[in-house]
């Protein structure tokens, strides 16, 4: 911050307009022009001002005062698992959530040292890792949280593993002992559970009695869940938390936590003010978002009004899993359709049909190199022979469809890809020829320059070297057996990442580094671990971070 800005707290300086920020930071906050705002500035204004002011709600417009010991706002992944914590210890629970129904878990989970990991025969050196996912934040973190999650995840896993086996399911360890060494490498912490062939996409739901897993084990340790009740802000006063002020069904409900209040709302991938704020180049990489509906920020905001810091770096979860038509660009401007396929290491080329990036490392990387492309859109080319390249390209983690050398199963099967570029051809969004020219013709791509491109492609597979870009041997395929396929693709959003700045006891902080008394912070509400990009080559780190830290705080508050 310039001299202008240094007595605003930065809390105070995001909600600032774009036009008052801009001038501030050259020095001008006193002195601006007299001219009035630009229809443009005054948009931009208004998507800056994301944070807003923090509502105030008059004692006489709250209908309900609940006491309770523990506050969990949120009933997704890791609110079921800090509930659960906190109250099969005894302690009182009270747990709002948003939407008429609890989200779920989410499938895999990442753990280290878990007994399905020791029974594998698998080991991952701590420090290993932990500097691999500090590498990946490019130092944006706080390291000290790898560490935590590293010796505490298996435990969380472990208990996670005797709750699906009561429910009558099984949880897998995706192994990995085999697997042939890539330019990044792959950490095996990932665990899935097997699921009902008929249950819902990310394994949410057990169909067979239409019931939650952790949900139903919530409600029989205790805890007290109030659906479609979302936080509107926390109770604090001299820098602590006591509580929250949710919006119930016939009003305001304010609800008093002696032990704590654990936020976890889901992140903002759902409010696209927010997203342009303060991620624009985000909207750029996806055409679909996948993330769960009413992750608007509320949890982010209601931190931040009661004097939490946020991470100064903005990052998003995009995988390359979207199909566009061939007349259509990638990003936010576009809704595409799924394209499990996508983050395999296929041929990947620009709109002047000419390849720009290494196609193998983890699933954003192509979705940023996208963006210094034409319209940030990625063309995939493969052929008829695809089925064998999927199996030889010994893709770990979700967009693996082969199962995993012990029996794990994958997110999506052979047969469910199939089923998916079948009805995406039949929707136009793939376009299959029986020659290269009549491929880049329908791709909208230069015939000449694709046909040279895969030549190249096939050249390198054939010496089994790839010089322009350093591609693993065993991720080159060619395009030779006709017919040819193709199609345009772009990312699909999961969730954002940057979140309220926790300490190693998941407290939010302030702007000096010091803990705000009642307030902790977890799931992607929570930040302090993530910049840039998302190291998808730990299967299931968010998710496995998130249920540990959780399961931690439940226990902590617990024991108070």
Known sequence: MTKATKGLSRRAFLGLGATAAALAGAGLAGCAPSAAPTKDEEAAAAVNDWLGAEPEIPEDKIVETIDTEILVCGAGTSGLFAACSAAEEGAKVVCLEKAAIGGG????????NSRLQ???GCEIDENEICNDLMRYADGYCNPRLYHIWAQNSGEAIDWYQ???EEAGFQLFFEAANDAKPSIYKHWATGHIPSW????EFAGLKDVTNGKIVLGDYAKKVGVDFRFTTPLVKLVHENGKVTGAIAKGSDGYIKINASKGTVVCTGGYARNEDMLKALQPQTLNKYSLSIAIDGTTGDGIKSCLWAGARMDEVHTAMVFDRVAVKPDEFGGAQTTGSLFWMGSNPWLKVNLNGERFANESGPYDYILNAALTQPNHTVVDIWDSDYETYLEQFDIHGCARVYPFENGAPTNMTLETVKGINE??????YIVKADTIEELAKGLGLPVENLKKTVDRQNENYDNQVDPDFGKEAFRLSPVRKAPFYGVRTSGYMLCTLDGITINENFQAVN??????????VTGVDSGSYYAHTYPNMSTGNCCGRS???ARMIGKALAAK
Not at 196 to 199: K, N, R
Not at 423 to 428: C, K, N, R, S, T
């Open 105 to 112: 878990v989410r499938d895999n989970l990442g753990s280290l």
């Open 118 to 120: 020791k029974e594998a």
């Open 162 to 164: 005797d709750r699906l």
């Open 196 to 199: 009902p062939a008929d249950a």
């Open 423 to 428: 009805g995406l051809l039949a929707d136009g």
């Open 511 to 520: 702007e000096e580094g010091e803990a705000i008394e009642g307030l902790y």
């Open 547 to 549: 249920v540990t830290f």
